[in-house]
């Protein structure tokens, strides 16, 4: 089957880091995945790792595990604007994404 | 980047009527759209794929006849939901892939939020 885990909510303080991990099982896995959607509003890309490693961009990074079936999203500088759930979406060869519930992350000051 | 426009942006109907949704890639051309619904609080849930001169391919438990689904060009995908009923009233999003590199990526419209009443 399919399946992914991700921590349904987190809370973090503005400037801070914070890191959103996601496990997943799927068949045919092909890459995976990350964006941020706000409330109300329709996801927005952030990062894509298809080999094992980091990607860097900007405040945002990404890491990937194929062999783990482990990623993680690491986000720096956190401002309050970064409050937004944040979406793990691995897909297979088709590029067929499968989506989980997200993680929703709350910014404090 | 690429952009990728819905319309409306929300719609009120009533019940029986038919509401149709638009999806265009503004800058690129998209052989492939998705169209997704989203419940308050749950997760995107894909309901077709729509592929540019052919037929959509719909995921289980999701009525064709219900939810038309036209990809007409390279830049243009539309949604009809046929005789809405207040449980249609969800929040639906297209997406269109892009390749970029070696890889595609999706890009979002800002979504189109239905109210059946």
């Known amino acids: 089957g399919q399946n992914i885990d991700q921590p349904t909510e987190m809370t973090a303080t503005e400037g801070a880091i914070v890191q959103i991990n996601c496990t997943y099982q799927?068949?045919?896995?092909?890459?995976l995945f990350w964006y941020q959607q706000h409330a109300g509003e329709a996801p927005t890309f952030l990062s894509y790792?298809?080999l094992d490693g980091l990607e860097e961009k900007g405040r945002f990074s990404s890491f990937l595990s194929r062999s783990k079936g482990y990623s993680y999203l690491l986000l720096k500088e956190l401002q309050m604007k970064d409050s937004a759930s944040y979406l793990c979406a691995p897909h297979d060869s088709n590029y067929q994404l499968i989506w989980g519930a997200g993680t929703k992350l709350i910014i404090k000051p | 980047g690429a952009v990728v426009s819905q319309h409306p942006s929300w719609v009120i109907c009533k019940s029986g009527t038919s509401v149709k949704i638009e999806c265009r890639s503004l800058?690129?051309?998209?052989?492939?759209m998705f169209w997704y619904r989203q419940f308050p609080k749950q997760s995107l849930m894909l309901m077709a794929t729509?592929?540019?001169?052919?037929?959509?391919?719909?995921e289980q438990g999701v009525e064709k006849d219900k939810f038309l689904i036209n990809h007409a060009s390279l830049t243009l995908s539309t949604l009809t939901v046929t005789s809405a009923h207040p449980e249609d009233s969800s929040f639906y999003i297209c997406?269109?892939?892009?390749?970029?590199?070696?890889?595609?990526?999706?890009?979002f419209g800002p979504g189109t939020r239905l109210t059946v009443t």
């Open positions: 800058d690129f051309q998209a052989t492939t």
């Open positions: 790792n298809v």
């Open positions: 729509s592929n540019e001169g052919s037929k959509a391919t719909y």
């Open positions: 799927t068949s045919g896995f092909n890459g």
């Open positions: 997406s269109a892939r892009k390749l970029e590199g070696s890889a595609y990526e999706q890009y």
